[in-house]
C-alpha cells in the first residue's frame, strides 16, 4: 500500500509543480521567472519530504494551486462556469481539509473584484451570481465528498475540536 500512495504523491506534487510554472508564466508573461519558480518549487524541502509519505497536505497542495491559476483565469475572463468549477476544487480541498476555509474571503474577492473590472452594467448581479454559484457547488461538492460532516455532526465537531488541541498543544498527543 505504500508504494501506491508514494506513488499517488509523486503524481499529485508533479502536477503541483506544472501549476506552479504555468501561474508564473501567466503572471510574468515570460518563460525565465516560470522555470525559476518551478525550479524553486522542485527544491523545496517541505513537497519533497510530503511527497515520500501519502499524506493530505499533498492533494491539498495541488487543489489550492489550481484554484489559485483558476481564479488567475477568471479575473481575464469571468465566466458563472469557471465559478462552478472554481467551487467544485473548493469544495474537495474542504473535503481533503478543513484549514483552506480561510481562502474563501479571497475567492469571493476575486470573484466580485473581477466583474467590476469588467466595467460590466450589471457587475453588482453578476458578481452575486458568481458568488451565489461558487457557494452552492461549494458545498454540494463538500456535502458529496465528505458527508460525515452532515450525517453526524456532533462527532464532526468532536474530531475538529481534538484536532484543533492538537495544534494548539502538540505535546499531549504521541
Not at 506544472?18 to 523545496?44: D, E, H, N, S, W
Not at 492533494?59 to 494551486?65: A, C, E, G
Not at 469557471?82 to 476544487?89: M, Y
Not at 466595467?119 to 453578476?126: G, I, P, Y
Amino acid at each position: 500500500m505504500l508504494p501506491i500512495g508514494r506513488l499517488l504523491s509523486v503524481i499529485w506534487d508533479t502536477g503541483t509543480l506544472i501549476l506552479v510554472f504555468m501561474t508564473a508564466r501567466k503572471l510574468c508573461k515570460q518563460i525565465t521567472p516560470a522555470l525559476i519558480a518551478a525550479g524553486l518549487y522542485a527544491i523545496a524541502f517541505f513537497p519533497i519530504q510530503n511527497s515520500h509519505f501519502y499524506v493530505v497536505d499533498v492533494p491539498l497542495n495541488f487543489f489550492i494551486t489550481l484554484i489559485c491559476y483558476q481564479l488567475i483565469l477568471f479575473l481575464e475572463h469571468p465566466k458563472r462556469i469557471k465559478a462552478v468549477f472554481i467551487g467544485t476544487l473548493f469544495g474537495m480541498c474542504l473535503a481533503i481539509k478543513i484549514t483552506p476555509v480561510v481562502f474563501a474571503p479571497v475567492i469571493a474577492i476575486v470573484m466580485i473584484y473581477s466583474w467590476r473590472a469588467k466595467k460590466s452594467k450589471r457587475f453588482l448581479l453578476a458578481s452575486f451570481q458568481s458568488l451565489l454559484i461558487w457557494s452552492a457547488v461549494t458545498l454540494a461538492v463538500y456535502a458529496i465528498c465528505m458527508p460525515y460532516t452532515f450525517l453526524d455532526f456532533v462527532s464532526f465537531k468532536n474530531d475538529m475540536t481534538q484536532q484543533i488541541s492538537m495544534n494548539s498543544d502538540p505535546y499531549i498527543f504521541p
